[in-house]
């Protein structure tokens, strides 16, 4: 299973709303609502802040949000900040045989 | 606190093995699934392999499949990863990750920091 397609790069100024995409097919993303996004900080490990399309775990802030609308995912940072400057990357059901696809990854910058 | 300790890593040359452990810390271990996500240095995240809370689940990736064995011991809170036959492609940052359920799709609410494998001859 390929992996899910994500913008290379997304910028912002403080304050601002970004959306980050995530596209897949109908046997990955279009067919089921089991889409999670992880936020991952240099020399970190991944931290989820959506799952199962938009979900947000406890603690996560309410400036994330996520959605989907036929075969891509979507995920909202609103009202940036310094601290949303990371890499995220999307993951979803990828099937049978590849139970997790994970997308290509997505840096943000906060300008 | 939800902790998850992985050790293991290490330097091994092509075609030999390599036993990771997971370590966990701070909830119920036997209730849920958990999984192995690899990352090489740089680059994006793959997932390798999962497990759900009893073991009657197991599922990997294709490019392992075959060669990696994921198993857990629930009387340790502990997730493992038997790697043979490792290949130079198999370089990584390997991570703990912890289900949100104890078993089906389970996405990855906790993570270990990862531990280093380095396949080179």
């Known amino acids: 299973q390929s992996a899910l397609t994500q913008p290379a790069s997304v910028s912002g100024s403080p304050g601002q709303s970004i959306t980050i995409s995530c596209t897949g097919t109908t046997s990955t993303i279009g067919n089921y609502n089991l889409v999670s996004w992880y936020q991952q900080h240099p020399g970190r490990a991944p931290k989820l802040v959506i799952y199962e399309g938009n979900k947000r775990p406890s603690g996560v802030s309410g400036r994330f949000s996520g959605s989907k609308s036929g075969n891509t995912a979507s995920l909202t940072i609103s009202g940036l900040q310094e601290e949303d400057e990371s890499d995220y990357y999307c993951?979803?059901?990828?099937?049978?045989?590849?139970?997790?696809?994970f997308g290509t990854g997505t840096k943000v910058t906060v300008l | 606190e939800v902790q998850l300790v992985e050790s293991g890593g290490g330097l091994v040359q092509p075609g030999r093995s390599l036993r990771l452990s997971c370590a966990a810390s701070g909830f119920t271990f036997d209730d849920y699934a958990m999984h192995w996500v690899r990352q090489e240095p740089g680059k994006g995240l793959q997932w390798v392999s999962g497990?759900?809370?009893?073991?009657?689940?197991?599922n990997y990736a294709v490019s392992v499949r075959g060669r990696f064995t994921i198993s857990r011991d629930n009387a340790k809170n502990s997730l493992y990863l038997q790697m043979d036959s490792l290949r130079l492609e198999d370089t990584a940052f390997y991570y703990c990750?912890?289900?949100?359920?104890?078993?089906?799709?389970?996405?990855?609410?906790?993570w270990g920091q990862g531990t280093l494998v380095t396949v080179s001859s």
């Open positions: 993951c979803s059901y990828g099937g049978f045989s590849t139970p997790y696809v």
């Open positions: 497990i759900s809370w009893d073991s009657s689940d197991i």
């Open positions: 990750a912890k289900g949100i359920y104890g078993s089906g799709h389970t996405d990855f609410d906790y």
